[in-house]
């Protein structure tokens, strides 16, 4: 079984900083783009950042300079780092790796989620 877990998460005031990360575990092959998910009460899961296996990345608007995803391709791991957090970046987390399978079958795999919470 392919397993993600997810670490980081949290409670954090207005302007503080924390970093997600993510580490892939099991029968995983072949990673590609990497990416981070949230979703926050109400509303559908959105993309916050994204990288691929060349190094380029792609992010929402709402945290273009605030946010920088990164990826550790030896641990199979990918962590984003946020800054300036804002009251709306509070929402569950959720990573993202597009990979194959043990029987090498394409698939994107995704972690439990980890809350953030930024309030004063």
Do not use: H
Not at 6 to 26: E, K, T
Not at 31 to 46: K, N, P, T, V
Not at 84 to 102: E, F, H, I, M, Q
Request: glycine share 12%; charged share 20%; with cysteine.
């Amino acid at each position: 079984q392919v397993e993600l877990v997810q670490s980081g998460g949290g409670l954090v005031q207005p302007g503080g900083s924390l970093r997600l990360s993510c580490a892939a575990s099991g029968g995983i092959f072949g990673i590609d783009d990497m990416a981070w998910y949230r979703q926050a009460l109400g509303r559908q899961r959105e993309l916050v950042a994204a990288i691929s296996v060349g190094g380029s990345t792609t992010y929402a608007e709402s945290v273009k300079g605030r946010a920088t995803i990164s990826r550790d391709n030896n641990k199979k791991a990918t962590f984003l780092q946020m800054n300036s957090l804002k009251p709306d970046d509070t929402a569950v987390y959720y990573c993202n790796v597009r990979g194959r399978d043990s029987f090498w079958k394409v698939d994107d795999f995704w972690g439990p989620g980890t809350r953030v919470t930024v309030s004063s």
